[in-house]
């Protein structure tokens, strides 16, 4: 007895499947196709016995009448033809779908490729923009202490050119005064010059000396104004051209602020059209697992084909045993005409 529940059925489907898929019945064959149950013994024992069978089949298929093998070799091909056909022209489809599938994902891909680089571009320019945007603020802070800086000695310096006007104003008065004080004395030495002559020659000297000196530091102030207007005169212009300055990078920071929001926009597009590729993606392999689930279907059918002609050629064989069987148990010879003749 077989052991684990086979028999000869079973051995027999197995046998038939295998030649279905163009596969040798071989023993080790079988037992896989049984799902690893049987002895490899028993299998070759019903192996023979299925190979004896169809060779007396064979023997005995010399008096089938003609018609019946006519209907049946056909319908056999016929089906076996049918399904080598859907089994080819849904792999063609799925082939097809696939190629298309793989081309379609090898494009989102390449596309998201370059969005990504690009995305990284933009990322490295807002970047360096505000790096630069940084440097720019720091000049422009920088210019600015600067500017306060001249402005407070703009100040100082007209603090001290004021204090010298006060001390220009003070000597002319005193000379002014010492003018006075001469002409009063001239108009007093009149009066005494007999008397006083000699006194009146030395305090005459004496205040010419003092103007002379007065004059001379008039002169040395004057000079001083001149070296303080011409200072004032160049802090001035270096504070009008440290304005200029100040404006430019004033104009480059307002542009710079500019070219940042632009670059600011691009980068949330590129995130736009990011999430849309990624949605894209998304369904793309979404229609994947959909074709592969199609696909699987597909041979699903195909193999339900494949064991539904390895039933029909079973059938077949069944139906020539039968034959067989029913030519064997015929009682004479001498009928099989007129029953040839009836059917």
Do not use: W
Not at 124 to 140: I, K, P, V, Y
Not at 317 to 322: E, K, M, S, T, V
Request: net charge negative; glycine share 4%; proline share 1%.
């Amino acid at each position: 007895m077989a052991r684990g529940g086979i028999n000869k059925a079973l051995v027999m489907q197995a046998r038939q499947a295998l030649l279905a898929r163009g596969e040798h019945p071989g023993i080790d064959a079988i037992r896989v196709e049984l799902g690893n149950t049987g002895s490899k013994t028993t299998i070759h024992r019903y192996l023979k016995e299925l190979e004896e069978s169809e060779a007396g089949q064979a023997r005995t298929a010399v008096g089938l009448s003609d018609e019946l093998a006519a209907l049946i070799a056909p319908l056999a091909a016929r089906l076996q033809g049918e399904a080598e056909e859907t089994a080819m022209r849904m792999r063609q489809q799925c082939d097809a779908e696939r190629a298309d599938f793989e081309a379609r994902l090898a494009e989102a891909e390449e596309r998201t490729g370059q969005l990504q680089a690009q995305l990284d571009s933009l990322s490295g320019q807002l970047q360096a923009e505000t790096e630069r945007h940084r440097h720019s603020r720091e000049q422009l802070q920088q210019a600015e202490v600067e500017q306060a800086r001249l402005r407070q000695a703009n100040q100082d310096q007209a603090a001290h050119l004021k204090d010298r006007d006060e001390q220009v104003r003070s000597l002319e008065e005193k000379h002014r005064h010492s003018r006075e004080a001469l002409e009063h004395y001239r108009q007093a030495s009149k009066e005494q010059r007999e008397q006083e002559q000699r006194r009146h020659e030395a305090q005459l000297q004496q205040v010419q000396m003092e103007l002379r000196q007065l004059q001379q530091t008039l002169i040395l102030k004057q000079d001083e104004v001149t070296q303080l207007n011409r200072a004032n005169e160049r802090l001035a212009g270096e504070n009008a051209y440290k304005a200029k300055e100040l404006v430019e990078q004033r104009d480059r920071l307002e542009r710079q602020a500019g070219e940042l929001a632009a670059l600011h926009g691009q980068l949330v597009q590129s995130h736009a059209a990011k999430e849309v590729l990624q949605e894209r993606l998304g369904l793309l392999q979404s229609e994947a697992g959909e074709l592969k689930a199609a696909l699987d279907t597909q041979r699903q059918e195909a193999q339900a084909l494949h064991i539904g002609l390895a039933a029909a050629s079973t059938e077949l064989q069944l139906l020539r045993l039968a034959v067989a069987n029913a030519q064997e148990r015929a009682p004479e010879p001498e009928e099989a005409p007129e029953r040839q003749e009836e059917s």
